[in-house]
């Protein structure tokens, strides 16, 4: 029995979010659509709805592939008959691995009948359907660049194994995510084809009708989806009649150079958002039941194509400004000397914003990779390169082991048949093996081979893979009364700034620890989202004494925490202070307890920073001699335009488990 559903029509609000779905299930081409918005937006329900109100296909009988009787399908699938069900929704959850979502050696059959044979993976099952990935952001990277290339080519092609094969795998792909949670890098954001920010701050009175539907729902699911069957058949037949109207749209030369003026004019890198905004403004049209794009069109197309795409600097909010766009539209469609302006902002004299203005950021040099520790449980990163031997990342190669964890089927079979090869040479092929380690087709069906191949524990082998991790930085920042000069606090922000984005680059996860006044805080635990960082940072206030104590006792706590939790990652704990502490945890002298807790740092193997902001004039040595304690890299901030903040960074990272 299928679960009830939640009709697509009856949701309340995210027009936007709906519309990209649509326009995707009319116009597969387009490219698929990603939905970023917070916990409980309905970015789950809808899609699994969208599901629901799409029209039945006719599938191949027995075909893994759901093919159509006219499409590419491999010959061994084609069946005389086929029938009709329901578009598919194939769900890839976070942990996938890489055989289980693009396919990989069919083990039973290799073993029963000594054949090598293809066993599909997600990709197969996804195809001529929806393919949702939630929390993609959260995905490997090279999953989501496999994705991505199936979704763009509408093929998967697989070369592994002693596996050479292909399989369609047209499919619409639609991916959600938090923003809070980390972002994709900019390559990957470009490639999904739509974007929509989806808000929860509805309207009272909408919040008070979500509800209402959702118990409604719940209560008589069957009941509910009557009540909102005529608005359901309505949408199939309006997503229908599009389908048929598509290919007589017509899109003129007028609408094709407003379209790459509004490209240029925003600076969008490369040409897959003029293509797309073309798919998209002509299906929208189709929508609407019209075949002549207008300037309206054009217009939602762009709302829709360009947030994700602008050429920004990291930190900044992936939106598209209407204004602008309805400036750079009437420039077009009517260009005025009167238009002309220069777009800038006021920045409400922030002096965080000033950081900028006063050239304080540094470039950062290129951090080495890490060499990490024992690893539990690897995360998607940029940093540093690990081989092992679980679950996640991308085959590279195998070894031999007789208690595999993740046993490698051709290696183990390529061994087995080398060793039958050598205790019974055929004539003509004495010394041809390649050896267990090689790779090339596995010598099993045919070549003169009348009996199954038997595996013995000593032909065992595991995958080795290889993915990337990231790393902890925990930024401690004194924000207390002496740092309360501009000049001090800005070049502060300025040198965080510098390494959150080396951090961005780097997909490392960053943590940020405010101290002022007679306490820390721990204003953003450790999280993939520097964008949060940068928030933060701009939002610090300053003034008050200086509890560092406190700041180095919670450094302690929340690195003891990640480390239980991710024990890959590599943390570096960062202090950026004048070290002139006047707030004690116990009563004792702050100085000495600061000194004592620094100590700690050190006789945990935590690898750290200290950036002295004291300035020119008296200088006491106090965070000098905190770096010590900690067995910390010590810089003063004033050398900070060297860059050399970077350097330390990677020589403290770079000496974690040598």
């Not at 993976?121 to 929390?135: P, Q, T």
């Not at 048949?417 to 205790?423: C, G, I, S, Y």
């Not at 002022?516 to 610090?540: I, K, Y």
Request: one cysteine or more.
């Amino acid at each position: 029995m299928s679960h009830p559903v939640f009709p697509f029509t009856a949701l309340v609000g995210q027009e936007q979010m709906k519309l990209a779905l649509v326009l995707n299930a009319i116009n597969p081409k387009i490219g698929g659509v990603l939905i970023r918005g917070e916990k409980g937006t309905a970015k789950s329900t809808a899609v699994r709805a969208l599901a629901h109100l799409l029209p039945e296909i006719r599938v191949t009988a027995g075909c893994p592939y759901n093919c159509d009787l006219g499409d590419a399908c491999p010959e061994e699938h084609r069946q005389p008959k086929g029938n009709k069900r329901p578009v598919q929704i194939v769900e890839l959850p976070v942990g996938a691995t890489e055989d289980r979502v693009i396919g990989s050696l069919d083990i039973s059959q290799a073993l029963s009948e000594g054949h090598v044979r293809f066993k599909p993976g997600l990709l197969a099952a996804a195809n001529r359907g929806i393919l949702y990935v939630d929390e993609v952001n959260l995905l490997n990277d090279h999953l989501v660049d496999v994705l991505l290339d199936a979704a763009a080519m509408g093929r998967n092609y697989v070369e592994r194994e002693g596996i050479s094969f292909e399989h369609p795998a047209q499919f619409l792909l639609v991916g959600t995510m938090n923003p809070e949670e980390g972002d994709l890098r900019p390559q990957l954001l470009d490639r999904f084809a739509l974007s929509v920010d989806v808000q929860g701050g509805l309207e009272p009175a909408d919040r008070a009708e979500v509800v209402r539907r959702r118990i409604a729902f719940e209560s008589t699911p069957e009941q509910f989806a009557e009540q909102w069957q005529k608005q359901q058949q309505r949408e199939r037949k309006r997503i229908a009649a599009a389908e048929k109207l598509l290919p007589k749209v017509n899109l003129d030369d007028r609408m094709l150079d407003l379209i790459t003026h509004i490209c240029a004019g925003f600076q969008v890198d490369g040409l897959r958002a003029d293509i797309v905004m073309y798919k998209t403004a002509i299906t929208l049209a189709a929508y609407e039941g019209r075949t002549e794009v207008t300037e309206d069109d054009v217009r939602r197309a762009a709302e829709l194509a360009l947030p994700h795409r602008r050429r920004r600097q990291p930190f900044q909010s992936p939106e598209t400004d209407k204004e602008e766009l309805e400036r750079a539209i009437q420039e077009h469609m009517s260009p005025s000397p009167a238009d002309v302006g220069d777009g800038s902002k006021d920045d409400n004299g922030e002096p965080e914003d000033r950081v900028y203005d006063i050239g304080r950021r540094f470039q950062p040099k290129k951090i080495g990779a890490v060499k990490p520790g024992k690893v539990v449980q690897p995360r998607s990163g940029r940093r540093t390169k690990l081989k092992e031997t679980g679950s996640r990342g991308h085959y590279v190669s195998a070894r031999r082991t007789p208690d595999p964890s993740s046993l490698a089927f051709d290696a183990s079979l390529r061994a087995a048949a080398l060793r039958e090869a050598q205790q019974t040479p055929s004539p003509g092929r004495r010394g041809q093996g390649r050896g267990s380690e090689g790779k090339g087709p596995l010598p099993l069906a045919g070549e003169g081979m009348k009996r199954r191949v038997r595996i013995s524990k000593d032909d065992l082998h595991e995958k080795v893979r290889e993915t990337k991790i990231a790393n902890l930085i925990l930024f401690a920042v004194d924000a207390s009364g002496s740092m309360a000069a501009m000049d001090r606090m800005a070049a502060t922000k300025g040198a965080i700034l510098s390494l959150l984005l080396d951090a961005y680059q780097k997909r490392d996860q960053v943590g940020l620890i405010s101290f002022r006044g007679r306490t820390g805080e721990l204003l953003l635990p450790p999280t993939n989202s520097v964008d949060l960082a940068e928030r933060q940072l701009r939002q610090l206030p300053t003034g008050g004494r200086t509890p560092l104590s406190h700041a180095l006792q919670l450094g302690l706590v929340t690195i003891d925490r990640h480390r239980t939790l991710h024990q890959e990652a590599v943390p570096l704990f960062v202090l950026i202070s004048d070290g002139r502490p006047n707030v004690s945890l116990s009563g004792k002298d702050p100085v000495q307890e600061a000194r004592e807790l620094a100590a700690e740092f050190a006789g945990k193997h935590i690898h750290s920073v200290v950036i002295d902001t004291e300035t020119a004039g008296l200088r006491l040595g106090l965070a000098e001699a905190l770096a010590h304690d900690m067995g910390a890299q010590y810089y003063r901030l004033d050398e900070l335009d060297a860059g050399r903040v970077a350097g330390a960074v990677r020589q403290a990272l770079g000496r974690a488990y040598q």
